[in-house]
């Protein structure tokens, strides 16, 4: 006799997932500096460290992707488990950089493989608008977590705690996702779906090639700031973890909200003016301290809420023939940048730092100098995506008129 399948305990654990998910993010991201001080790494060395993290990813988020329908979404579940556990334990005990770059590894791997089975599971879990509407749910515990990580952070940095302490924090949300998929019955993926070779050959498209290209600078302009808000914002005059808590909380609302609105306005129009909010939020964000960063990341928020959402979504209409495999691997593309770019910014921290230096500021004057000039290099990612967007846009208009 075949088990029924509890579709709302599948979901809430799914949930739990990606709050883990969300967590080995934003505490990770509030115990950089504690991390480096404690056991003397440099921000080159933390960049690789974060790099492991976003290398994770999507290895395990293609992979599950291409063997979903083959494994079924409980292995995959049960293998991120594993991962999950055994980094943040590693992690909980590493005594130096090596012990580090595998553990973050790992737990880059357990969150690929939650976003791998999560998404199709629910899918398959539900229909018509529930489905929808259960997407959208999941998918807001992704900043939604990181606002509940970033305070957590804050309160035991605030109070002396150990950074270890903060990584025991992560195995809450991981035993508690644990329980509730334990015994439970997992849907069958649905067979035939998908071609894959069919989904290959359509992404062999300029245009997708295109919006890959893209996809790899919006995710670094995303990820990059939130990741090293901690060493970047340390001596601003604010808390680097509430302006994490604040991007990511306005992340969470206008993703949550702004659905159907932002499906019935151009998409390409969306995605520029993202790009352009994105350059005036970092602009402020470089030149300003004290409570006007709070401003600053108000704007920064309104141009990377949309990126993710509104690039995937790009793809899904213009190009419906890539497939989920296409989504994935667009997803994927864009954490793979992620990764790559991480020990670049740790490096521009350290050359800007040297840089102040050498005009005779010392401490944390150094330090906030080094920060803003880091800021300012990272604009150079949505201002790229500003003059591709226009283009993008132009070329719509061409393809329709032609059309």
Not at 105 to 125: H, K, V
């Amino acid at each position: 006799m075949s088990q029924t399948i509890n579709a709302n305990r599948l979901f809430y654990a799914s949930c739990f997932a990606l709050i883990t998910t969300a967590f080995s993010f934003s505490i990770r991201a509030g115990i950089l500096t504690q991390l480096g001080a404690e056991l003397s790494l440099d921000t080159v060395q933390l960049g690789h460290i974060n790099q492991m993290w976003f290398l994770g990813f999507p290895i395990s988020m293609i992979l599950g992707g291409v063997f979903y329908s083959a494994i079924g979404p409980k292995l995959i579940m049960q293998i991120a488990l594993v991962a999950h556990t055994i980094g943040i334990l590693m992690t909980i005990y590493a005594t130096g950089y090596d012990t580090l770059l595998i553990s973050t590894l790992l737990i880059g791997l357990g969150n690929g493989c939650t976003e791998a089975a999560c998404n199709p599971m629910i899918a398959d879990s539900y229909s018509g608008l529930d489905f929808n509407s259960k997407l959208n749910r999941f998918h807001m515990w992704f900043p939604g977590g990181i606002v509940i990580g970033s305070l957590i952070s804050k309160f035991m940095t605030d109070a002396a705690m150990p950074w270890q302490a903060q990584i025991w924090v992560i195995l809450i949300p991981t035993a508690i996702y644990a329980v509730l998929f334990y015994g439970q019955a997992f849907p069958k993926p649905r067979a035939g779906a998908e071609n894959a070779l069919d989904s290959f050959k359509a992404m062999l498209n300029p245009l997708y090639i295109f919006m890959a290209a893209c996809m790899a600078l919006t995710a670094i302009s995303e990820f990059g700031p939130q990741q090293w808000v901690g060493p970047i914002l340390a001596k601003a005059g604010a808390s680097p973890m509430l302006i994490l808590a604040l991007v990511t909380g306005l992340m969470a609302v206008g993703r949550y909200f702004a659905g159907p609105i932002i499906h019935r306005l151009n998409t390409v129009g969306v995605l520029l003016g993202s790009a352009i909010f994105g350059v005036i939020g970092l602009y402020m964000m470089s030149t300003m301290d004290g409570s006007m960063l709070y401003v600053a990341a108000v704007f920064f928020a309104l141009g990377i809420c949309y990126f993710w959402p509104n690039m995937l979504g790009y793809v899904s209409e213009t190009m419906p023939q890539t497939g989920a495999l296409g989504l994935s691997i667009l997803g994927g593309i864009g954490m793979f940048s992620s990764s790559m770019f991480q020990p670049i910014i740790g490096a521009w921290i350290q050359e800007n730092k040297v840089a102040a230096e050498a005009t005779g500021l010392a401490g944390d004057a150094a330090d906030l100098a080094a920060g803003q000039a880091t800021l300012s290099n990272m604009m150079l990612f949505p201002a790229i995506l500003i003059v591709a967007f226009v283009g993008l846009y132009f070329f719509g208009k061409k393809v329709n008129h032609s059309a």
